[in-house]
């Protein structure tokens, strides 16, 4: 089993930054990916960023540019920097760590408004 524990999410206002950070502990395998979800009302859950433990990254388009995503193996940590954020960047955002199975975090509401 792999527990998830998520902070740093919030309200900011249009063009503000957070940084969202996710502890990995348990079973954790040197080989996985880490990851972030987001979920808006109404909405499916898609894919924000993810990195695997070799730093391999991969960008949802919306994010590009304005969100990086980096991890701490020695901590099992991974983090998400969002710059420039937008309104439409307001969701749930979800923790992810997969290998073998899907682990997920209980997730944290990040609200960008005026």
């Known amino acids: 089993q792999v527990q998830l524990v998520e902070s740093g999410g919030g309200l900011v206002q249009p063009g503000g930054s957070l940084r969202l950070s996710c502890a990995a502990s348990?079973?954790?395998?040197?080989?996985?990916?880490m990851g972030w979800y987001r979920q808006a009302p109404g909405k499916e859950r898609e894919l924000v960023a993810a990195i695997t433990s070799s730093r391999k990254i991969n960008y949802a388009d919306s994010v590009k540019g304005r969100f990086t995503i980096s991890r701490d193996n020695a901590k099992n940590t991974v983090y998400l920097q969002m710059n420039s954020l937008k309104p439409e960047d307001t969701a749930v955002y979800f923790c992810?760590?997969?290998?073998?199975?899907?682990?997920w975090g209980q997730g944290t509401q990040v609200t960008v408004s005026s």
């Open positions: 348990g079973s954790i395998s040197s080989f996985n990916t």
């Open positions: 992810n760590y997969r290998f073998n199975s899907n682990y």
